[in-house]
């Protein structure tokens, strides 16, 4: 997967950002070419070497397929409860957002949303949610081109149902 400079692009865990230059810098004597990666959300700078881009999961933003489907998982109620202790719990939820894929985010913003229906969550899973959350709201309004308070709006109006 090639980028070109100006790209939106999704770094794991991070977010989306903006490919600002593609650079070959020589660093003791092995030289590189590399993304710089301007993440939206903080302003975080990420330098991805362009040959391990793609192992380390950084991927184009989603289509509009993709949404649906993400729209679909966090609907889903069908669900069961889970009975794991929060530490099973956080490395699991941990592992699902580093892999950078919308849908396993999706799943676990989505827990995270059940159990808060039925208890207060801890700062750790408040944390959490709001991460994962975030993540979400930010790569679908690139994708629709929408407000982010608009999609956040709408992923509340689904767990108020």
Known sequence: MQ??????????GRGVGVIKTIETKDIE?????????????NGLTIYVPV????????????NRDQIGKIYEVLK?????????TWNRRYREYTNKIST???????KVLRDLALL?????L?????KMYDHASSLLIQEISVAE???????????????KS
């Not at 980028?3 to 794991?12: M, S």
């Not at 889903?76 to 794991?84: G, L």
């Not at 808060?116 to 207060?120: D, F, S, V």
């Open 3 to 12: 980028f070109k400079v100006g790209d939106k692009a999704v770094y794991p």
């Open 29 to 41: 004597g092995d030289k590189q070419t590399y993304y710089t990666l301007k993440i939206l959300d």
């Open 51 to 62: 040959q391990n881009a793609g192992a380390i999961g950084m991927r184009t933003v989603i």
């Open 76 to 84: 889903d109620r069908d669900v069961p409860a889970d009975k794991q």
């Open 100 to 106: 950078g894929d919308p849908v396993e985010v999706a």
């Open 116 to 120: 808060r229906k039925n208890k207060n």
């Open 122 to 126: 801890s700062f750790g899973e408040r």
């Open 145 to 159: 081109d929408a407000d982010e308070k608009k999609i956040r709006t709408k992923i509340e109006v689904i767990f």
